[in-house]
């Protein structure tokens, strides 16, 4: 079976669903035996994954970027043309004119556009919608990263539930394998997103000013993420934090395993969220969670975190108080979300369930059993 997947997302400057689609593409090529991995467009490699810039070299990401564009806005079906000889063609969100001569599947993440269009630019909703239009009710199967997400697509989009198989995202081997950093001035809580309306953080700030002087004194809070959109104000306030809170900023892929696992806790609460790619994280550091009781959340941390309504202030303060108060009950949902993550959040299983996947959408038979 030769399987293409459009690589686009990895050209450009994303956080979540870049990681997720780099960790993808590594574990299914290490997990296909007979099967073909190819990546469109050509050039893209996986040479370290960086939110910030491009995986690959100035020329091929310049030329997979105007093949996107024109893909995108002209129609020019470089899909097609790359694809000839496949089994399947595998689009992300920057695909707007799919194949026509092989099938073609696609992955969703979320439906935060549809769901809360006032977090988003009108850019960005409209991109969401063609991209529904054009490809995910087109589409031969579709992979959905939550249970949550799948169940959003049915209801919010009307796609037929037998295209669409859940199958969570992974967490890389980095994180399992993260050892405590040194200590820092003092211990701290974390939270690891970009700094965009969804993710919540003036709540948190909020909640955070809330608990007792004694313990903001005993603990800072990190904050470790970029600034996204519509958050200029939320920004403004990081910048004029009072002291015990630091804004971190962009936080290198490679160091950020280290600064989950010396969390005292990761606290995460999100409005919306297709995956939660964080919490995942933090779990397999075994570092506890405080996270919202919405969306995919309660799918992904399980009996492995403190859940919050993220719209109440109080809770969320009431969460971080009695979590950094109780070393026990942290190390309770440390150890429970690191079973939790080994048993379904390697990306090794992740890339087995993804070849079935494909196989069932192409006909294609598995290779021989060894």
């Known amino acids: ?82 694809a000839r000889g496949a089994d399947v063609f595998h689009c992300t969100n920057q695909v707007r004119t799919p194949p026509r001569r092989i099938p073609f599947t696609a992955t969703l993440h979320d439906l935060t556009c549809w769901k809360m269009p006032g977090f988003h630019s009108e850019a960005n909703v409209r991109a969401d919608r063609e991209f529904a239009e054009r490809v995910l009710k087109r589409a031969a199967g579709i992979i959905a990263v939550s249970e949550a997400t799948r169940q959003d697509a049915i209801k919010v989009l009307g796609l037929p539930p037998e295209k669409i198989r859940t199958i969570h995202n992974g967490v890389s081997a980095a994180y399992f394998e993260a050892r405590m950093p040194p200590p820092r001035r003092k211990p701290y809580a974390l939270f690891v997103g970009t700094i965009e309306p969804r993710k919540n953080v003036d709540r948190l700030l909020d909640a955070w000013d809330l608990l007792p002087a004694q313990m903001r004194s005993e603990y800072d809070l990190l904050l470790a993420g970029g600034a996204g959109w519509r958050c200029e104000a939320t920004v403004a306030r990081l910048r004029a934090a009072r002291s015990g809170v630091f804004w971190l900023g962009y936080y290198p892929e490679a160091l950020l395993p280290e600064l989950i696992r010396g969390a005292a806790l990761l606290v995460y609460p999100s409005l919306y969220e297709g995956f939660g790619l964080p919490v995942a994280q933090a779990m397999a550091c075994g570092t506890a969670c405080v996270t919202s009781n919405v969306s995919s959340l309660p799918e992904i941390a399980g009996d492995a975190a403190l859940y919050v309504n993220p719209e109440s202030t109080e809770e969320i303060r009431d969460a971080l108080l009695r979590l950094l108060d109780h070393a026990e009950e942290r190390a309770r949902l440390g150890a429970a979300g690191r079973a939790r993550a080994e048993r379904m959040f390697r990306w090794e299983r992740a890339a087995r369930e993804s070849l079935e996947f494909f196989r069932q959408v192409t006909g294609c038979p598995g290779p021989p059993q060894p």
């Open 1 to 82: 079976m030769k399987i293409v997947i459009d690589a686009t997302p990895l050209l450009l400057r994303s956080a979540g669903v870049k990681t997720a689609l780099y960790h993808w593409i590594e574990a299914l090529r290490q997990e296909a035996r007979e099967d073909e991995i190819h990546l469109y467009p050509p050039g893209v490699r996986l040479d370290g994954l960086a939110h910030d810039t491009s995986v690959s070299g100035p020329l091929a990401t310049y030329a997979g970027m105007f093949m996107a564009v024109a893909n995108q806005r002209l129609g020019v079906p470089f899909p097609d043309w790359f």
